[in-house]
Nanobody, 130 residues
Framework: EVQLQASGGGLVRPGGSLRLSCAASGGTFDDYHIGWFRQAPGKEREVVSIITASDDITYYAESVKGRFTSHRDYAKKMVYLQMSNLKPEDTAVYYC???????????????????????WGQGTQVTVSS
């Protein structure tokens, strides 16, 4: 079973940048969709970015498009979320998560619902404040 650990959060001023990392252990994640999600106090968990198991589709929520980029390093079993031009509304606990692709066709499907993801990292706090 693949386990995840997210890191890299912190306090940053508006307009600043952070890079979050998610390390996978206990197996490979070649057949997994990888998602970044976030949850702000009092709000539901929401999708930030998805990399499909096919690795050729990357989805970004409209609120972060153009500011965040995500990529997967198979050799290191790492996933990164580069965040730039951060805004106070980006303040949240950020999680990485995995969803195993059910079939070859499923590798191409973008799943944005947190409930569809099976394995979750522990979360890392990002605070954007002046």
């Amino acid at each position: 079973e693949v386990q995840l650990q997210a890191s890299g959060g912190g306090l940053v001023r508006p307009g600043g940048s952070l890079r979050l990392s998610c390390a996978a252990s206990g197996g490979t994640f070649d057949d997994y969709h990888i998602g970044w999600f976030r949850q702000a106090p009092g709000k539901e968990r929401e999708v930030v970015s998805i990399i499909t198991a096919s690795d050729d589709i990357t989805y970004y929520a409209e609120s972060v498009k153009g500011r965040f980029t995500s990529h997967r390093d198979y050799a290191k079993k790492m996933v990164y979320l580069q965040m730039s031009n951060l805004k106070p509304e980006d303040t949240a606990v950020y999680y990485c998560a995995l969803k195993k692709a059910a079939s070859v066709m499923d590798k191409l499907v973008v799943s944005t619902s947190p409930g569809e993801y099976d394995s979750w990292g522990q979360g890392t706090q990002v605070t954007v404040s002046s």
